[in-house]
């Protein structure tokens, strides 16, 4: 722990005297902006004004999502996990946001907010998880809960529970955007013998449901969280449902659904958001695991609208929420699990980043050159989900400004960073290490992820794996885990070298018969520079 406090000693004391100090005694952020967006949302009330949600806060673009400004004051007891927003369409301003062990209201477009909970359980285990405003009747919101669905007919001013015959952990619901009464919640508790499906409909405002079985029920329980349930409101009776077990619509509101052909660029690319155009039958886009697709026909084909969107990556960047600016359907927002928000005025045709002012990226670990204390570092801790992401950002500049460094990186997440301590006072000539995860593309074996360790030798400009082990394992340098620290001989230090090192990492763990078993060493030495 030692040696972590000068580093962020430095880094606020080189904050301080560049500027971006807002008082004595006061931090203010100094980036890097962007960061994964979990749900946004807009008003045809109020449509230049767009909400999005970054790591438990709320960011408000007042002109179209041009910029944006940190919106949350009042907000707390937000826990990790995403907080979901939804915007009231008939009142401008009007925003609601579960997430953590409450529902939070604003009147004042996020401005402030204030806890809406009135008849939620709020136990120890309560969570909120998802929250829909129905669109023909706006008093009316549902809001998805570990313990349930609950509903509101007065704004969420009070709720009650319904849908008794439904299991617990819900993860999503939406609500018909033509009938206030037809909706569909998603559960991540399939239990074959009381709970025979993940997803169930109901009819009259959630009193009764109804499972509805499909074609993924087959895989088994379905652990993985869903990345798409919604309604398309220009063609009555359309949903659209994604997650990890392929891409579905049903054109009977929900009753029954059919899996999609492959997408344009393969087989694993998912349906992760998606917005249609009022009073244009077919008109949808959506966000991807691989960009934007448009479609004319209500998702029967698909164009591809990915130029200009990229993160830094030679993969488009992976599209969660997309928004349609109700009345201009040529202008869209298109929010990154990647770190960027995008937009296009043309359709998607073109896009250009628009994520200044949002910095709800989640920075795990920083460091400043110990020789050039201008040079600083932020690693950025993301999910599996996250996997595009640029995970390593570089400041010249004490924190002003930044750029992304992630050339050759394999590492998706960015737990430490850490300087040699014998770097010169050149930056491009300082010694770095980089440790933390590799998730790999999807369909790899194991052995094909890389370990958690990467370094750079021209002070982070390029990256090359240090993950060779010895003896080597079965399962590959990813067998590693993730890496979680690095330490120098402090004995080779005083003498102007540092040959020997040591990484502490989580190691691969199995459980035959529920029994853990470690098969890989959490701790491992190096004699010859990290080799």
């Known amino acids: ?137 706006p008093n009316r919101v549902y809001v998805a809960t570990r313990e349930g669905l609950y509903r509101s007919d007065n704004s969420g001013a009070n709720w009650t529970r319904v849908g008794s015959s439904l299991p617990d952990r819900l993860q999503r619901v939406a609500v018909a955007p033509d009938d206030h009464d037809r909706v569909l919640v998603w559960s991540d508790n399939r239990d074959v013998a009381s709970f025979p499906a993940s997803l169930y409909r109901s009819l009259d405002g959630g009193v009764n449901f109804q499972p509805i079985t499909a074609t993924w029920d087959a895989l088994g329980p379905i652990e993985e969280d869903i990345d798409l349930l919604a309604f398309n409101g220009n063609v009555a009776g359309t949903v659209f449902l994604a997650g990890e077990f392929g891409n579905f619509r049903s054109l009977d509101g929900g009753a029954s659904f059919t899996r999609l052909p492959n997408l344009p660029l393969g087989q694993n690319q998912r349906l992760q958001g998606m917005d249609w155009a009022a009073g244009v039958p077919g008109r949808v886009v959506f966000g991807t695991s691989r960009g934007v697709l448009g479609s004319s026909d209500n998702g029967s084909t ?29 202008q869209l927002i298109a929010f990154s699990r990647s770190g960027d928000v995008f937009r296009s005025i043309d359709g998607g045709a073109q896009w250009l980043p628009s994520s200044a002012g949002l910095v709800g990226s989640r920075v795990g670990s920083v460091a400043v050159h110990p020789q ?120 080779d230090v005083l003498q102007g070298r540092t040959s020997h090192l040591f990484i502490a990492a989580d190691g691969r763990i199995v459980c035959p018969v529920d029994t853990p078993v470690l098969l890989v060493s959490r701790i491992w030495a190096s004699s010859d520079s990290a080799a």
Do not use: C, K
């Not at 591809?304 to 929420?321: C, E, F, K, Q, Y």
């Not at 599996?384 to 570089?394: C, E, F, G, K, T």
């Not at 040699?420 to 790999?440: H, I, K």
């Open 302 to 330: 698909f164009a591809t609208l990915n130029t200009g969107l990229d993160v830094g990556g030679p993969l488009p960047a992976s599209i969660g929420s997309i928004l349609m600016r109700p009345g201009q359907p040529q």
């Open 1 to 137: 722990m030692s040696r972590r406090i000068p580093a962020f000693i430095a880094a606020a004391f080189l904050l301080a005297h560049a500027g971006a100090w807002a008082g004595v005694d006061r931090w203010t952020t100094s980036g890097p902006i962007g960061g994964r967006v979990d749900s946004a949302a807009l008003s045809p009330a109020a449509p230049t004004l767009v909400y999005a949600t970054s790591h438990r806060s709320v960011y408000r673009g007042a002109n179209g999502g041009e910029s944006w400004v940190e919106a949350s004051a009042g907000l707390y007891g937000i826990e990790l996990g995403e907080l979901r927003i939804a915007a009231d369409p008939s009142r401008a301003g009007r925003v609601l946001a579960a997430g953590g062990r409450s529902l939070f209201l604003s009147r004042d477009a996020g401005q402030n907010w204030q806890r809406s909970d009135s008849g939620l359980p709020l136990s120890a285990s309560f969570a909120t998880t998802d929250v829909a405003i129905a669109p023909s009747q």
């Open 372 to 491: 050039a204390p201008a040079v600083v570092f932020a690693g950025i801790e993301n999910t599996v989900s996250d996997a595009l992401s640029p995970a390593l950002y570089q400041s010249l500049d004490v924190a002003a400004s930044w750029v992304r460094r992630n050339n050759a990186l394999a590492l998706d997440s960015v737990r430490r960073i850490v300087f040699d301590p014998r770097s010169p006072a050149q930056a491009t000539q300082a010694v770095v290490f980089a440790l933390g995860e590799d998730f790999a593309p999807q369909g790899l074996p194991e052995s094909g992820y890389q370990g958690g360790i990467s370094v750079s030798t021209d002070g982070g400009l390029s990256w090359a794996r240090a993950d060779t082990l010895d003896p080597p394992l079965s399962q590959g340098p990813a067998a590693l885990g993730e890496v979680h620290d690095i330490a120098f001989a402090q004995g």
